[in-house]
């Protein structure tokens, strides 16, 4: 099992509060209007597993926000301009491309369940409060899902989702994936703080969503033999890279591949990258 690229410098995905100078509370709690969520369902892979790939694109961003107005600068491939992310979107559904779940994809794996015939996936990082007020309406616009892998010791701090934002995204129907609590860099942690960053986070979110969290993304990108055997004793059962790729595999359900989506992207060269017109990007060194 190969070593992730190593961990670049300061600046990274999630390395610091790059909101803007207020935190934007709109849409913060679900609407009273809204249907209730159904029952969760509880998962496990199957005790007999037949070997199976998917080709599923899962597309990644970290910020959709107006680069000008961050505090802190990010890596400014990270941030997507709203209006780009709006195109991109509308582009895939005149494409026709359908998002699905995570469910869907585990399902698809495990158990052979029948995909839309152009799936993707989209998967939003590090849980910045831009998940609420800049993606969830353009989704909302065009009847999409998407993942969103969240930070859980950042919940009170200025620029991210705070724990009525995260209720929200699922109660719209999103799914919510762990990012660790502090994005640290797993490999180079002694095993306690491994285990409290990876475990930490899924209690964090269950805690928080009252239901068990199977999926997760990996800070930086970064993991080890031994940082996917904890991610899969904490009860993950999908895990994502930032490794270039658009299978995933009953072989290796916790490194699953990503298209990193980057700030110079279009939205004819997103669809190319789900259709594989283009190679499938990496993301930048220190990402994810």
Same mark, same amino acid.
């Given at each position: ?12 995905? @999630?390395?610091?509060? =790059? !909101?803007? =100078?207020?935190?934007?509370? =709109?849409?913060?709690?679900? !609407? ?10 509880? %998962? ?10 998917? +080709? ?14 961050? %505090?802190?600068? !990010?890596?400014? &491939? ?16 005149? #494409? ?6 995570? +469910?869907?994809?585990? &399902?698809?794996?495990?158990? =052979? ?11 939003? &990082? &590090? ?11 353009? %989704? +909302? ?6 993942? *969103? ?34 994005? #640290? ?37 970064? *993991? ?12 993950? %059962? ?5 490794? #270039? ?6 072989? #290796? ?18 669809? @190319? ?16």
């Amino acid at each position: 099992m190969p070593l992730a690229v190593a961990l670049a410098a300061a600046g990274g995905c @999630g390395g610091g509060h =790059s !909101s803007t =100078s207020k935190q934007t509370t =709109s849409g913060g709690t679900a !609407s009273a209007k809204q249907a209730p969520a159904p029952a969760f369902q509880p %998962l496990a892979v199957p005790a007999q597993v037949t070997p199976h790939r998917v +080709r599923v694109p899962i597309l990644t961003y970290h910020r959709v926000h107006r680069y000008a107005t961050e %505090l802190t600068k !990010s890596q400014p &491939d990270l941030t997507v301009e709203p209006e780009s992310f709006a195109a991109q979107m509308a582009a895939l559904h005149r #494409a026709g491309y359908e998002t699905i779940t995570q +469910r869907q994809l585990f &399902d698809a794996m495990y158990r =052979s369940a029948a995909l839309p015939p152009k799936p993707v996936i989209v998967s939003v &990082d &590090d849980g910045y409060v831009d998940d609420v007020t800049e993606i969830l309406p353009v %989704l +909302r616009r065009y009847g999409m899902k998407a993942t *969103f892998y969240v930070i859980t010791g950042r919940t009170h701090e200025q620029g991210f989702l705070n724990p009525d934002q995260i209720r929200q995204l699922e109660a719209a129907g999103m799914d919510i994936g762990a990012h660790t609590r502090t994005h #640290a860099n797993l490999p180079a942690l002694p095993p306690a703080a491994r285990r409290s960053e990876i475990a930490g986070s899924e209690k964090d979110l269950h805690d928080l969503l009252g239901h068990p969290v199977y999926w997760f993304a990996y800070p930086y990108g970064a *993991f080890s033999p031994v940082v996917v055997d904890e991610v899969r004793r904490a009860g993950f %059962l999908l895990a994502v890279t930032t490794r #270039a790729g658009t299978t995933a595999s009953t072989d #290796a359900p916790l490194e699953i591949p990503r298209i990193h989506v980057g700030r110079s992207a279009t939205a004819a060269s997103v669809l @190319g990258l789900v259709g594989g017109g283009a190679a499938a990007q990496a993301a930048p060194a220190g990402s994810g």
